[in-house]
């Protein structure tokens, strides 16, 4: 491989598209002419001004978000907005019905209970959570202010193929692990949000898509900064913005485009993890998938072998190889690989052959 870069199926952080990274250090010292780095020049000055208004308006475009929505750069992570969102749209007398999938569903639900009344709308758990939830298992209560649900599970290795109907009740998604990753009709959805540090960016900044009409029932209570009101009304210039955070996600969404979009990243993450899951589904039980077709993710590919001496036999031999990231997180174990926008098609066919590979002197 060229730059002798890894094959790098890390969660996340996870893989940049090395033509970001090598324009980024082109500019690294001198952007774009001014003699300086965008990270030393003030986030009012015009050279910012312009990558944040280019960047909201590039996330409006690849995303087609429709008119009536606010695309908001903020900080804290995904983990923030677990709080930020019942903080402020969780409102007295009102209860919040949560989608449980997973590990990041789990922990946005609890975040929920410490500021109200929030339940489970549906839950995979019976499944083991080998299986996202479908229509016929959501309940949403008369009191609801909105549905919560995680798009694609990062750890479990699950996805919804597509989101749950619910109806009038605004319904709230955190697509931090396959936000870019393949069309949405964001029209269903009141808001989205996504840690940057999976599919956008490095990690510093979180990107929150929302319909206006949400902005204004914020309790006076809460705090500026933990406000979405605050950050619309100054086009995220409220206070200092993870200013090269934002700048790396510009050149990643101008990455995508000149890719072809959001119907090409689809297609091309489908060849990416159909190369894995065809080795996993042919191998006769040497590899067995944690999560059931029909919800695997096309972003984290969970796979188990028939031993724990194996797997570590898998994973040592994988590292010597070239591979990275592979270890499943600790809360299901087993195998992982992250396969974001910005892995390429060669880790995925290295990885596929070395599978095969072991699976023959192993198997
Ligand atoms: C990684 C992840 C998070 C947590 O993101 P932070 O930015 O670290 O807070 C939340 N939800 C999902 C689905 C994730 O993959």
Redesign the pocket.
Known sequence: MSHNRAYNFNA?PAALPLEVLQQAQEQFVDFRGIGMSIMEISHRSKEYEQVNDETQALMKELLGVPAGYEVLFLQG????QFAMIPMNLLGPGKSAGYVLTGT?SDKAFKEAKLFGDAYAAASGEASGFKRMPGQAELTIRPDTAYVHL?S???IAGSQFPHYLDTGSVPLIG?L??DILSRPVDVSQFAMIYA?A??NLGP?GV?VVIVREELLAGSPKHVASMLRYDTHAKTKSLYNTPPVYSVYMVNLVLKWIKAKGGLAWMEQFNRDKTQLIYDVIDQSGGFYTGLVDPGSRSRMNITFALGSDELEARFLKASEQAGFVGLKGHRDVGHLRASTYNAVPLESCQALADFMKQFQAQNG
């Open positions: 996340g992570g995904a983990s923030t990041w995680t694609n599970e990062t955190d931090s692990s840690g540090q999976k990690s979180t």
